[in-house]
């Protein structure tokens, strides 16, 4: 696609609950990243895929945050048992291997 | 440890003013790319630039300058005579990968600039 896509925009979810963020990498990049963002705050890195290697979980907060990336295409970002302080948004870039990220719009997560 | 440090958390200017926000980094590798994103109040994050650890030329595009010292680990960015819609949060940020590898990025904290008109 044109530019990175994120699904959904918004998500208010429960405390307790899993959720699933969608991430639509700009076609041919190779390298994915997952960032958050919480209100006022720099952006917090998380997880990186790049091509076919093993990706770098080491921002990963906890054990109930994963990723998944299938070959170079979409990625899947899953929070289980949300708490009240996953609240943030959730940012995800792509890159061609240049080094220069692009940004999606990024999804708003709720716990409440 | 990768680190990126920005000192100042909020900047308020008068349009016109010239503004500077700062960045100094912190890196073991002798290799390493430096980036300024700009993050409107619409919260995407927009790329601005990107700098290689071996092109310490500074750099001009339109009212936009850049300035690399690696003898400080500095890299900060001027804006000349700024305009309300430079109101934004600005995000330094590095990265130790190679140019063709990627890697992840480092971010600072930002600094929200606010140009009152």
């Given at each position: 696609g044109a530019g990175v896509s994120q699904s959904p925009s918004n998500k208010v979810t429960e405390k307790g609950k899993d959720v699933e963020l969608r991430c639509d990498p700009i076609s041919g990049h190779t390298a994915l990243y997952w960032?958050?963002?919480?209100?006022?705050?720099?952006?917090?890195?998380?997880?990186?895929?790049?091509?076919?290697?093993?990706?770098?979980?080491?921002?990963?907060?906890?054990d109930r945050f994963s990723a998944e990336?299938?070959?170079?295409?979409?990625?899947?970002?899953?929070i289980q048992r949300t708490q009240q302080e996953d609240s943030a948004v959730y940012l995800?870039?792509?890159?061609s291997g240049t080094g220069d990220a692009f940004f999606g719009q990024g999804t708003r997560l709720t716990v409440v | 440890a990768q680190k990126v440090t920005q000192a100042q958390t909020e900047i308020s200017v008068v349009e016109k003013e010239d503004v500077t926000l700062d960045c100094?980094?912190?890196?073991?590798?002798?290799?390493?790319?430096?980036?300024?994103?700009?993050?409107?109040?619409?919260?995407?994050?927009?790329?601005?630039?990107?700098?290689?650890?071996?092109d310490e030329q500074n750099e001009i595009s339109g009212r936009y300058s850049w300035n690399f010292q690696k003898s400080t680990?500095?890299?900060?960015?001027?804006?000349?005579?700024?305009?309300?819609?430079?109101?934004?949060?600005?995000?330094c940020a590095l990265s130790e990968a190679n140019y063709n590898q990627g890697g992840k990025?480092?971010?600072?904290?930002?600094?929200e600039l606010s140009v009152k008109p």
């Amino acid at each position: 696609g044109a530019g990175v896509s994120q699904s959904p925009s918004n998500k208010v979810t429960e405390k307790g609950k899993d959720v699933e963020l969608r991430c639509d990498p700009i076609s041919g990049h190779t390298a994915l990243y997952w960032y958050r963002q919480r209100l006022g705050q720099g952006l917090e890195f998380l997880i990186y895929f790049q091509g076919n290697s093993a990706p770098d979980k080491s921002g990963l907060p906890s054990d109930r945050f994963s990723a998944e990336r299938t070959g170079e295409s979409v990625s899947t970002l899953t929070i289980q048992r949300t708490q009240q302080e996953d609240s943030a948004v959730y940012l995800c870039a792509s890159s061609s291997g240049t080094g220069d990220a692009f940004f999606g719009q990024g999804t708003r997560l709720t716990v409440v | 440890a990768q680190k990126v440090t920005q000192a100042q958390t909020e900047i308020s200017v008068v349009e016109k003013e010239d503004v500077t926000l700062d960045c100094v980094y912190e890196t073991r590798d002798t290799t390493y790319y430096l980036f300024w994103y700009k993050q409107p109040p619409s919260g995407e994050l927009v790329f601005l630039i990107r700098r290689n650890s071996f092109d310490e030329q500074n750099e001009i595009s339109g009212r936009y300058s850049w300035n690399f010292q690696k003898s400080t680990s500095s890299f900060n960015f001027t804006i000349t005579a700024s305009q309300v819609v430079d109101s934004a949060v600005y995000f330094c940020a590095l990265s130790e990968a190679n140019y063709n590898q990627g890697g992840k990025l480092i971010f600072g904290q930002g600094t929200e600039l606010s140009v009152k008109p």
